[in-house]
């Protein structure tokens, strides 16, 4: 596609519940990253995928978050148990391979938890 | 790890210059990045600057890149209204991903 598209912009969710955020890059974008940006707080790297390659896990805040992508195309970022800490808004971005590329963002998902 | 820093907020009179600062620890990688996020938008890719260079100039926004500092600034000539946005520096880690500042929101008073 034309961008980086992100489903859905917005989730209210209860205490508890799981959430699946879908992310589905640029079309070719070999690297597909997922941040999660808090109210007056910077971005928080989560997960990173490269190819065929294991991913980068590094950021996962703790084992209720997880993520996968399928066929190396779209990705879905799944909270188990969400807490209201979880509230933030939640980035996906897509890259070509290798640095100087930068990254192409989407527009978010806002994820609030009551 | 690598650490980026910025501070976080500035405000200016409009037609000013806005000069927004970056520190990070550890350069490796080829490339900085500046990212703009205007509000309830995504961020989007406003400049880079290759690593061997001092200096990078794009219309109104210049770059500057001191190396052995460790110090990367935006400056924004005759700033705008419409440049009211957060501001964010990034730098690849040895992973191989961007890490990202704090972000610097930029207010523009007319």
């Known amino acids: 596609g034309a961008g980086v598209s992100q489903s859905p912009s917005n989730k209210v969710t209860e205490k508890g519940k799981d959430v699946e955020l879908r992310c589905d890059p640029i079309s070719g974008h070999t690297a597909l990253y997922w941040y999660r940006q808090s109210l007056g707080q910077g971005l928080e790297f989560l997960i990173y995928f490269q190819g065929n390659s294991a991913p980068d896990k590094s950021g996962l805040p703790s084992d209720r978050f997880s993520a996968e992508r399928t066929g190396g195309s779209v990705s879905t970022l799944t909270i188990q148990r969400t807490q209201q800490e979880d509230s933030a808004v939640y980035l996906c971005a897509s890259s070509l391979a290798g640095q100087g590329q930068g990254y192409t963002f989407g527009s978010g998902t806002r994820l609030t938890v009551v | 790890g690598e650490d980026v820093e910025q501070s976080l907020f500035l405000s200016v009179r409009e037609g000013d210059s806005s000069v927004i600062n970056c520190t990070y620890t550890d350069s490796s990688s080829t490339y900085l990045y500046w990212y703009k996020q205007e509000p309830g938008a995504g961020l989007q890719l406003l400049t880079y600057?290759?690593?061997?260079?001092d200096m990078k100039q794009d219309q109104r926004l210049t770059v500057l890149l001191n190396k052995k500092d460790k110090h990367l600034s935006l400056r924004i000539a005759d700033t705008q209204t419409g440049d009211s946005a957060i501001y964010f520096c990034?730098?690849?880690?040895?992973?191989?991903?961007?890490?990202f500042g704090q972000g610097t929101e930029l207010s523009v008073k007319p």
């Open positions: 600057i290759f690593s061997n260079m």
């Open positions: 990034a730098d690849y880690d040895q992973g191989g991903k961007l890490i």
